[in-house]
Nanobody
Framework: QVHLVESGGGLVQPGGSLRLSCAAS????????MSWYRQAPGKERELVAILTRVGRTNYADSVKGRFTISRDSAWNTVYLQMNSLKPEDTAVYYC??????????WGPGTQVTVSS
């Protein structure tokens, strides 16, 4: 069983930055990828950024050039650096870990609000 906890969310003004962290505990049986999703009110959950086990990254078009996904050396923590934040980035952000078996684990989410 894998337990994920996100942190780093909060209220920020447009143009500001936040760094989200996701700490993973437990045994990951063959990591496939680590990723960040978000869900805004009234919208479906969407993929924001993904980091594969071979180090490849991919981003939603809406965040390319502004967000960066990274990890620590032990693959215990995944980060999402968010710069030049916009009001439309307001959402609950979720960490996700997928094993090679296809099993996915989700964190409880952290609220990010971009507003003046």
């Amino acid at each position: 069983q894998v337990h994920l906890v996100e942190s780093g969310g909060g209220l920020v003004q447009p143009g500001g930055s936040l760094r989200l962290s996701c700490a993973a505990s437990g045994s990951i049986l063959g990591l496939n990828n680590m990723s960040w999703y978000r869900q805004a009110p009234g919208k479906e959950r969407e993929l924001v950024a993904i980091l594969t086990r071979v180090g490849r990254t991919n981003y939603a078009d809406s965040v390319k050039g502004r967000f960066t996904i990274s990890r620590d050396s032990a693959w215990n923590t995944v980060y999402l650096q968010m710069n030049s934040l916009k009001p439309e980035d307001t959402a609950v952000y979720y960490c996700n870990v997928q094993e090679l078996t296809g099993v996915r684990y989700w964190g409880p989410g952290t609220q990010v609000t971009v507003s003046s």
